[in-house]
């Protein structure tokens, strides 16, 4: 079972907008609605931004959100913030014999 | 305060086995679905091993099965995972991560700081 694919690394300008791409399968993110989104500061341990494509958690800034089409899941940040840089990954669940879940190979986000 | 304390990870040499822990308080340990998942240094997370609120549904990554196996005690709020055969590529941080549904397929909605589990003779 392959990684999901994601871009190593995505900046941005305070303010403005980024997507992070998700690339799968239909066997994890195209056959379900099991996807979720982590963000991971430096020496922190992984925090829960998105789940079941896009739904925020409570308390995680509306600034986040998520989608999907096809094989793609997509987490887009909106008024990006200096908070914001980190490392996220996406995660879904798949079909693949006893294997319940794949992650991506994450994303360094970089506030200019 | 929902809490997930993970310990037993150590420098252990190759073949060897060690047995990890996760204390959970906070929530209804047995309503949930939990998680191990793994990152080496440097690295991206890997999951590792899930399993079902009653036992019942157990998964384990193509890199841990045969090797690994999870468990959980619901009575005492823990989980745990056995390892054995260990492997230098099996060194790095592990957390346990709640699920966020009674099966194991949700997301991971509770992690805990991870503990260190280092290969090495």
């Known amino acids: 079972q392959s990684a999901l694919t994601q871009p190593a690394s995505v900046s941005g300008s305070p303010g403005q907008s980024i997507t992070i791409s998700c690339t799968g399968t239909?066997?994890?993110?195209?056959?379900?609605?099991?996807v979720s989104w982590y963000q991971q500061h430096p020496g922190k341990a992984p925090k829960l931004m998105i789940y079941?494509?896009?739904n925020r958690p409570s308390g995680v800034s509306n600034r986040f959100s998520g989608s999907k089409s096809g094989n793609t899941a997509s987490l887009t940040i909106s008024g990006l913030q200096a908070e914001d840089e980190a490392d996220y990954y996406c995660?879904?669940?798949?079909?693949?014999?006893?294997?319940?879940?794949?992650f991506g190979t994450g994303t360094k986000v970089t506030v200019l | 305060e929902v809490q997930l304390v993970e310990s037993g990870g150590g420098l252990v040499q190759p073949g060897r086995s060690l047995r990890l822990s996760c204390a959970a308080s906070?929530?209804?340990?047995?309503?949930?679905?939990m998680h191990w998942v793994r990152q080496a240094p440097g690295k991206g997370l890997e999951w590792v091993s899930g399993?079902?609120?009653?036992?019942?549904?157990?998964g384990y990554a193509d890199s841990v099965k045969g090797r690994f196996t999870i468990s959980r005690d619901n009575a005492k709020n823990s989980l745990y995972l056995q390892m054995n055969s260990l492997r230098a590529e099996d060194t790095a941080l592990y957390y346990c991560?709640?699920?966020?549904?009674?099966?194991?397929?949700?997301?991971?909605?509770?992690w805990g700081q991870g503990t260190m589990v280092t290969v090495s003779s």
């Open positions: 995660s879904s669940y798949t079909s693949s014999s006893t294997l319940f879940y794949v």
């Open positions: 239909s066997s994890d993110v195209g056959g379900y609605n099991y």
């Open positions: 399993i079902s609120w009653n036992s019942g549904s157990i």
């Open positions: 991560a709640k699920g966020s549904i009674a099966a194991p397929r949700g997301a991971f909605d509770i």
């Open positions: 906070g929530f209804t340990f047995d309503d949930y679905a």
């Open positions: 079941d494509v896009s």
